[in-house]
């Protein structure tokens, strides 16, 4: 918002925010006041009377301020008040100032710049409410008087604050009292200007203006025209004129009302007529700039403002008291005091006097300027003071004059004394109130006028010299009588040059003869300093001498017209006196000729001026025709731009006069270039025929009046025929007497008149209808434009403006046909400019074969063309040249259908020759440009609907009596459809063919003879006439259905879903007709299409061809599905209908929104799918038949599928969406907005696909806790919805630029660029692998549809999407857990996607991947700075790209770059280009080789016999098995190099590689190098240990080992490895091998006691004996496992007497240790389950005795009998069920030859490890308890074998 309210360019962004906060606020009506009390809230407010005001409260009174005059002053009794209050506090305020650094530089002092804005903004307040003026000018006086107070006391004063703050306060204030907006835009809004967005967009007509330079003309417009032409563009009663057509020709010159173009620039920035200011910034850095009312404003009918006398009274006191002397030298010695005392402190101000000075008398002078009426006691006091104060300045100056080096400074004093001096000047003039005092006065002026300066003073004093002159005007507008004495000393002025005008010229002539009019010096206002500007273009603002003397002219054009009130005759008199000047030939003196100059230049101005006044235009023209080239000299040129400015006033007689005048000129001109005579006369008019073109180009550019407009054309297509035919002559006349002059030597006669013409064509609207005489004009101009070879783009003869102007004549031109009807032939021969006679035959052949090249047309027609004489030859190709620059430059929208009249034209249908063909063959030639021209249109809405209409146009065509044209048309459709596919499927051609289709069958059913045979096509601008016969009737019928029956085929094969949604659109649409129930062939004809290309069904998609042939029609094909949803739709269509006349009817509509959204959300929290269904389907009926659309509804339609997340859910959703997207037109892209954030929710909050992952068991490490089942997410909804964003995709992909946008952002925000770890943002479980791939393949779709212009977002994306298909790769392989269907069709997208993939290399071009230069200069940067970081690290360990890098890492690197950092091309594009191609090849190659063994992995699993029926589609898996044998192939330095390349990818991906690909060692090889030199990558991927503890690194004690200590726990077996014979004993290990054991909970370690226990014998460093007394500790019945296992260990032999000497005392110490530590509740459990299970086991000691058989039996059970149960004991070898009873007629002894085995029941409780465990830690003698509810269905018989002394590890083993 560049606003600069003293802060330069640097506004903050706080201001920017509470501007945009208060003017949104304005806009609204009423806004409320709680909103506004926010604003007021930022303002300051007042401790004691003292306001502290730092920079945000100083922008927060402006935004307050901005508010209260933008809103239509509402709350203005809060308002007003608090901006009074702080007004009158302004004397006393503390000011916080910001930085200096911040501090723009030359800009006013803050006090003064906010005091300014203050004033200004309660100013705009007094001007628009009357009510309050007084009170705020009172208040206004008060803080002045004030001040002035301080000023005049100074000594009391704190002297920093006076010079720092009071003083410029003043100046601020003063700078702003009295000025008043004389527009409705208030003063506060254009210093504070609204910023107007920014239209993506250029308006075409707008860069047709800028491309086309045709109207490079010099202006010749005075200023007093322009406010004439101001309202230019025709006013046609039909024209929708361009914007381009503005006033000047010149487009370098800015229009011309801006400040550049006229003499403002002299006064202060302010105020133009149109009230248009200066930048803003102006009035924030120039001192005393104020919105004055320039002198130069002539009248301004400002409201009047009057103001109580009293106020004035005081105000002039006031300003007496100021500008009297000792108030200024006080203040001047202050500052100088002060600015001594602290010298770095920044005062802005050298002085305080002049600037002061200057601004008292500007503010009287604006404050009284409109004032009428006024006492006249107080004029005359005013006039007075005034003239005292006038005569004193300029005593002064004169003093000053003498003290030259003062006037280099900025604020040159000189230059403020003369500008309070022009204010002085205005209120004299406006003082004056008699005739005697206007004599005077005059006087007094005329003298300042001719007084000779010194040249150095010159340019400060123009604002003076402006000044009399305007007062001089003004004064004889007030007073007439002055008349006689002011012309005469204001012609003087001009005409015998004043000496000042001589100056200001001399320098004027150096400057632009010296510079070539490059540079140049503009002083741009009263206190400008000259700055240098360049200026590429012509000179865009007047030079002062031209300025001074314009005004000068000016008025005298006011002095004049007011003259004439008193004398009639004064206007004669003064132009008598003023011609004489031309004759008066003055030799002697050097400036002679800037008399005639003068006199010429005044002579077209009073004309212009006078336009109205009769009897001055006449003799004017007389004088200036006379003095016409006589002699010739340069004067002439300045004549005819005064006869073309007199042309423009519009007057029928002098446009007669002059265009005579000027095609005499042009005429002669161009045949002194044949004549072989040199005639001297005509060889006079060479010099200005230039001038005359441009004088034309002037008329047309600015000429009113439509009839004069037309007569123009006419004549200068006239003229140019003429010229043309002139030239013929005298080629003719030329060859008599010597060589044949070529036609074309002339030619450049007539080219100088195209852009002219070009200038006026452009201002017209298209010519649709003709005149006969303009059309022969057109058509000769066309041939002669042809011959010459004017419109041939570059054709290097002639300029490129030429063509250019050629191209917008074609645009408005109209057609080459023949309303007349005569036959062509005729016409062309005896009616043509270029008779065949003039031709050599080798000349017609080149032209013939000139059209052949351009038409390329079939065989038959080059031969028809071959036979076409000359006249028909060059009207063939003016047909090409015009309709192929009105397809390529217009912007007409049916700029391609006129082709279809010249087809219909009769003379060319029935000419003999074959014109007919040959126009189609130049028609095709334009349809290719027109496709080219659509396709290149950026895909819009409008654009969109030009198309449609398009096609409309041919399918009206395709129906029409013609048999040819209907032929044409098909062609065309099929190329429009070829180019647009998705034309297609666009709802509105769709129903325009089965309107047409319908309307055509009616013509089957009317009487011939009776019934019109036309036809209107209801929704579309065309009718269709019908031939008048049944059988050719019937033709075009059968014809038309045939290629209806062909697009929906073709449709309903690309976009399935949408063609059917809209033909069900158009049977709902079509119901209620009555006729419906009659016969209506566009619903036949859908429904017939629906049946006949119906796709299959969901369930039936993915079978193999061998099933599918097998299943009837019904089964497998999808109507079903469309008539449900047809029914749901009419379903709710209609109870939505029913629903909104009802409450119409009760008058309650705008409740049926809220009960909409009500039911839905009641739906949604129920959870039920039924009413869900219900509810969306209504809601969508809702927004259908709304008139606009309905954001809130339109959000709940899409965002509430996320409450219901399931299959049924979306499923749901998708059907609304897509009858929302059928029915509603222009809803697709708020929708898909809607939709994408919905989407985004889902990524956000991690539904489905972008579920975090669940960690699934380790089989090796069961527990209770974690038992091994997989997990996969529910990724069904995802999928259905990828689905339909494929769809869309391809639809939005041909037709719509913003839809692509939020695609690619939708992907861009799903995708993401981590691969591997735990940050991934999609699910990677093998169960999400369809939506997943299926994603990814839209991306790839998205950028093979080359639709993302930006390179560097194409690589973003693609970066994405090989991340995150890696990122699939980065983790083990798992087996699917889908449903065999499902995983067909997952196979499938993957296979779809590896061939996406595949076709990738072709997009991967260096061109493609770098943008062009101009695109985006970030990227060349980027890929230095991507090296930076690099270069230091090992290549192969490098460039590990991860997240860590900031945002670099959303550009491609690769570790290939690190070694090109040394070189120096770096930068080079090609260079680039090439890089990113080798690295996304590489990436590309190893994605592919990855997806490869994938698919064929999933492949084994879902049909390992390769069984027929279960195949799939060959062709995708034939290519994936190709390239798979390829890569199997490779060497061992390939698969290195992969390897390494994955790990630059992602080092997560290369640990995978070894168990994706297992065909050969090199790659654990290589992944086990990578992995040791940078473990810290992998730490977090438990299987990756391996490729770093292996008995090499072990033994090697390599140092990378220490990493072990922070790797992930990996499972028991690896952990226990590390102490096994497999590795050397290393701390590092054992450490590690501890902390994996530890990771377990205990009864996943109940497994491996045996080979814990067997572990101490590798356990150097104790490390196992400290974990298993751990474990001990920790869980009780780990220790009970540990204690059996350990005593079986301590002996080698049965009978316990030999001891192993490994671990035998070991163990005896831990199971001492063991047992000892325990204590309490833990002791009894051990106590009480070892008794029990003792007793049990000796039950088989005591029964070895007995004999086997019916004894041992016995003994058995008596034995069993006595053991009692104890509570809480459990089963040894099922530590998960306590022991309730045991069964005691189950002892059974077993068969065993040394031991006696016996078996036994147990009823158990089977309650889990870790309740048991807390059971026996309790074990209270209730425990037990079986009735407890629900826990029978736990209890069961557990059987157990028991025998003593026997070794159990064998069987342990064995089990």
Known sequence: MAAKGGGGGLRSFYFNTVLSLSRSLAVQRPASLEKVQKLLCMCPVDFHGIFQLDERRRDAVIALGIFLVESGLQHKDILVQYLLRLLKGLPKVQWIEESTARKGRGMLPVAETFSFCLVTMLSDVAHKDPALRVQILETILDVMHFLLGMCQSPQTQDKEYLCKYAVPCLIGISRALGRYSNTDESLLTKLFPKVLPQTARVPEELEGVRRRSFNDFRSILPTALLTVCQGDSLKRKNSNISSGSQVSP????????????????????????????????????????????????????????????????????????????????????????????????????????????????????????????????????????????????????????????????????????CQANAACVDLMVWAVKDEQGAENL?????????????????????????????????????????????????????????????????????????????????????????????????????????????????????????????????????????????????????????????????????????????????????????????????????????????VITGNQYIYQEVWNLFQQISVKASSVVYSATKDYKDAGYRHCSLAVINALANIAANIQGEHLVDELLMNLLELFVQLGLEGKRASERASEKGPALKASSSAGNLGVLIPVIAVLTRRLPPIKEAKPRLQK????????????????????????????????????????????????????????????????????????????????????????????????????????????????????????????????????????????????????????????????????????????????????????????????????????????????????VLKTMLDILQTLSLSLSADIHKDQPYYDIPDAPYRITVPDTYEARESIVKDFAARCGMILQEAMKWAPSVTKSHLQEYLNKHQNWVSGLSQHTGLAMA???????????????????????????????????????????????????????????????????????????????????????????????????????????????????????????????????????AAKNGIEVPFMREMAGAWQMTVEQKFGLFSAERKEADPLAASEESQPKPCPPEVTPHYIWIEFLVQRFEIAKYCSSDQVEIFSSLLQRSLSLTIGGSKGNLNR???????????????????????????????????????????YFSCPPKFPTQGEKRLREDITILIRFWTAMFSDKKYLTANQLVPPDNQDPSVNSLSVMADAPRGNLDVTVGSRQQTNQGWINTYPLSSGMSTLSKKSGMSKKTNHGSQLHKYYMKRRTLLLSLLATEIDRLTTWYNPLSSPELELDQTGENSVANWRSK?????????????????????????????????????????????????????????????????????????????????????????????????????????????????????????????????????????????????????????????????????????????????????????????????????????????FFNKITNVSAIIKPFPKGDERKKACLSALSEVKVQPGCYLPSNPEAIVLDIDYKSGTPMQSAAKAPYLAKFKVKRCGVSELEKEGLRCRSDSIDESAEGETSRICWQAAIFKVGDDCRQDMLAL
């Open 250 to 417: 010149d487009q370098a010159m800015p229009p011309p009302c801006s400040p550049g173009g006229s003499a403002v620039q002299y006064f202060e920035g302010a105020y133009l007529p149109d009230g248009s200011a200066l930048d803003p910034d102006y009035y924030f850095s120039r001192i005393s700039s104020s919105f004055s009312v320039s002198p130069l404003v002539k009248g301004i009918n400002n409201k009047e403002f009057d103001l109580p006398l009293d106020t004035l009274r005081q105000l002039l006191q006031m300003v007496k008291q100021i500008v009297g002397d000792p108030v200024l030298k006080t203040l001047d010695a202050v500052l100088a005091e002060v600015t001594e005392a602290c010298p770095n402190s920044d005062f802005y101000y050298k002085t305080f006097s002049d600037p002061l000075y200057v601004t008292m008398f500007k503010m009287l002078r604006d404050t009284l300027y409109y004032m009428k009426d006024i006492q006249t006691s107080f004029v005359k006091e005013m006039h007075d003071f005034v003239l005292e104060q006038f005569n004193s300045s300029q005593a002064e100056l004169q003093k000053i004059l003498h003290d030259v080096e003062r006037l280099q400074n900025e604020l040159s004093p000189l230059k403020l004394r």
């Open 442 to 646: 005059c006087i007094k002026l005329s003298e300042k006028l001719q007084s000779k300066t010194s040249s150095k003073v010159i340019i400060a004093h123009m604002p003076l010299l402006i000044c009399c002159l305007q007062g001089l005007g003004r004064l004889c507008e007030r007073f007439p009588v002055v008349v006689h004495s002011v012309t005469p000393s204001l012609r003087d002025f001009l005409v015998i040059p004043s000496p000042v005008l001589v100056k200001l010229y001399k320098y004027h002539s150096q400057y632009y003869a010296a510079s070539g009019s490059d540079i140049k010096i503009s002083v741009t206002n009263e206190h400008a300093e000259s700055t240098m500007s360049v200026m590429s273009s012509k000179k865009s603002q007047p030079s002062m001498y031209e300025q001074l003397r314009d005004i000068a002219i000016e008025n005298i054009c006011r002095c004049l017209k007011a003259g004439l009130t008193i004398d009639p005759v004064i206007v004669e008199a003064f132009l008598a006196s003023l011609s004489n000047r031309l004759y008066i030939s003055q030799e002697n003196e050097k400036d002679a000729h800037l008399i005639p100059d003068h006199t010429i230049r005044a002579l077209g101005h009073i004309a212009v001026a006078l336009r109205d006044t009769p009897k001055v235009m006449e003799p004017i023209l007389q004088i200036l025709q006379q003095k016409f080239c006589q002699p010739p000299s340069q004067l002439d040129v300045l004549i005819i731009d005064q006869l073309g400015c007199m």
């Open 777 to 988: 004009l057109f058509r000769d101009f066309w041939l002669y434009s042809v011959l010459m070879g004017f419109a041939v783009e570059g054709s290097g003869l002639w300029p490129e403006e030429w063509y250019e102007g050629v191209c917008e004549i074609a645009t408005k031109s109209p057609l080459l046909t023949f309303p007349s009807k005569e036959p062509l032939r005729s016409v062309l021969q005896y009616n043509s400019a270029m008779k065949n006679d003039t031709v050599t035959p080798a000349e017609l052949n080149e032209l013939r074969s000139t059209i052949i090249n351009l038409l390329d047309p079939p065989p038959e027609v080059s031969a028809l063309i071959n036979k076409l004489d000359f006249a028909m030859s060059t009207y063939l190709l003016s047909v090409y040249r015009l309709e192929y620059m009105r397809v390529m430059h217009s912007t007409d929208k049916d700029r391609f259908q006129v082709m279809f009249f010249y087809f219909e034209d009769k003379a060319i249908q029935k000419d003999k020759s074959g014109m007919m063909q040959c126009v189609i063959a130049v028609a095709d030639k334009v349809f290719d440009a027109f496709l080219t021209v659509m396709a290149d249109k950026p895909k819009t809405k409008e654009n969109e609907e030009e198309l449609e209409r398009h096609a409309q146009f041919l399918l009206v065509n395709f129906n029409h009596i013609h048999k040819r044209i209907r032929r044409v048309a098909d062609k065309y459709l099929s190329g429009l459809v070829d180019k647009f596919p998705h034309l297609l499927w666009s709802g509105t």
């Open 1087 to 1221: 429904t017939e299409s629906i049946l006949h290309f119906a796709g299959y069904n969901r369930q039936n998609t993915m079978l193999g061809v061998t099933q599918l042939t097998e299943r009837p029609a019904c089964v497998k094909k999808d109507y079903s599905n469309f008539m449900a949803s047809l029914n749901l739709r009419n379903r709710y269509a209609g109870e939505v209908a029913g629903m909104i006349q009802f409450s119409e009817a009760t008058g309650r509509s705008s409740d049926l929104n809220k009960l909409m959204i009500r039911q839905l959300s009641d739906a949604l929290e129920s959870g039920q799918p039924e009413s869900y269904t219900q509810a969306m389907f209504k809601l969508t009926a809702m927004q259908i038949s709304s008139k606009d659309c309905d954001a809130q509804l339109l959000h709940h339609l899409c965002w509430s599928p996320l409450r219901m997340f399931t299959e049924h859910g979306v499923e749901t959703a998708i059907a609304c969406w897509e009858w929302l997207l």
């Open 1325 to 1367: 479980h093998v169960a999400a692998i369809g939506p997943r791939f299926k994603l990814l393949t839209l991306g790839l779709a998205l950028l093979h549809a080359d639709v993302v212009p930006n390179a560097t977002i194409r690589n973003v994306l693609r970066e994405k999407i090989y991340s995150t298909a890696f990122d």
């Open 1527 to 1731: 890569y199997i192939s490779l060497s061992e330095k390939q698969w290195k190099d992969n390897v390494n390349l994955a790990w630059s990818i992602s080092p997560h991906l290369a640990v995978q590689l070894p168990c994706r690909f297992k065909n050969t060692e090199a790659i654990a090889a290589e992944v086990t190098r990578l992995v040791r030199l940078d473990p810290g990558a992998v730490s977090d991927v438990p299987e990756a240990i391996k490729y770093l503890v292996t008995w090499h690194t072990i033994d090697a004690d390599a140092p990378e080992l220490s990493h072990v200590l922070c790797w992930a726990p990996t499972d028991p077996p690896t952990g226990l490895s590390y102490f096994s014979s497999m590795y050397p004993p290393h701390p590092l290990t054992a450490q590690y091998g501890v902390k994996v054991l530890r990771s377990f909970p205990p009864d996943a370690i109940l497994f491996y006691i045996p080979q814990i226990v067997q572990a101490l014998r590798y356990d150097k460093m104790g490390y196992v004996r400290e974990y298993i007394l751990w474990a001990a500790a920790k869980s009780q019945l780990l220790a009970h496992q540990f204690i059996w296992n350990m005593k079986t260990n301590i002996f080698l032999d049965e009978e316990g007497h030999q001891k192993d000497p490994d671990i035998g005392d070991l163990l005896e110490v831990l199971v001492e240790e063991i047992t000892g530590s325990l204590s309490g509740p833990a002791k009894e459990f051990y106590q009480r389950e070892f008794d």
